[in-house]
């Protein structure tokens, strides 16, 4: 028993040592970015020759990096809009729609992430010159739809399967149509999800750069931009500087992500209210409860 005991201890401490060494190879050249963006030196070398602020603000009133990163805003903005409206749609379907045809859309939705990006990078652009618009925003925004709905496929599938299925149910018993339960239940209780989903799609979008390089007309994204400017070694520091700002900006939004995501979760497993009335106003399928 005691040996037993013994090795199970020391297959949990070579685990934890085979961890710790895997998280020090994954995010260490990650934590030399924010490092190296306050040395004051333009080489990414040890020892530091000091504290400074100076790549930072070479970041303001940067023309050129500034509609770089509109051009990214507005892109990420859009195609997370269309990711999460596809997302709802597919993954409440493959659910609900007892439909083969819904649950193959399902599958290759989630697809793309399976799929290499110069691949996709590929593929959209030959599809995008057959549709005569070429290389574009439009270009962009539509590979970006396709990259990000994978993301939001899993999150809202894994939301609507969470919701107890007693309550779609008795939506539909109490005279409500498929509409207005998806539309006055389902959504409102997966709306934290639903955030959730647009903020991660817009992250994939935002960071996305391989399918951004093949689809990218005369308004590169920001990604295009720091790659550019990898050619000029003078160019590093401010590089790091900036790539520093988006880590941290990328943390925040995926913290948030979460956090909706889990309370979202949490929402669901509290028990419902121990008394309901019947339904109220129920003409033309409006369903309306409220507590007695």
């Known amino acids: 028993m005691n040996t037993a005991r013994l090795d199970a201890k020391q297959g949990g401490g070579w685990l934890g040592a085979y961890v710790l060494a895997y998280l020090v190879f994954l995010y260490l050249p990650i934590l030399l970015i924010p490092l190296f963006s306050f040395n004051n030196s333009i080489q990414a070398a040890f020892p530091l020759q000091g504290f400074t602020l100076e790549w930072y603000g070479t970041l303001v009133g940067n023309s050129a990096l500034s509609g770089a990163l509109a051009t990214s805003l507005v892109i990420g903005a859009i195609a997370a809009t269309g990711a999460t409206l596809c997302g709802i749609t597919v993954s409440y379907m493959d659910l609900y729609g007892r439909s083969p045809l819904a649950a193959t859309i399902s599958a290759i939705a989630r697809l793309p992430i399976l799929i290499p990006g110069v691949i996709v990078g590929i593929s959209l652009l030959i599809l995008v010159n057959l549709a005569g618009f070429g290389p574009s925003r439009i270009a962009i925004v539509l590979g970006h739809v396709l990259v990000a709905l994978p993301t939001t496929v899993v999150v809202m599938r894994s939301r609507f399967a969470a919701i107890p299925k007693t309550i779609r149910e008795a939506a539909l018993d109490l005279g409500a149509s498929d509409w207005t339960t ?71 939004i995926a913290a948030l992500a979460e956090i909706l995501r889990h309370r979202g979760l949490a929402a669901t497993r509290r028990p419902a209210p121990a008394s309901l009335s019947k339904p109220e106003g129920t003409e033309r399928g409006e369903l309306q409860w409220h507590s007695t």
């Open 182 to 252: 998806f539309r006055r239940v389902m959504l409102p209780l997966s709306l934290p999800a639903i955030i959730s989903a647009f903020m991660l799609a817009f992250l994939t979008s935002f960071d996305e750069f391989i399918v951004a390089f093949f689809l990218a007309g005369t308004e590169p994204t920001l990604p295009l931009y720091i790659w550019s400017q990898l050619r000029f070694p003078k160019s590093l520091p401010t590089v790091m500087a900036l790539g520093t700002a988006i880590l941290a900006v990328s943390f925040v």
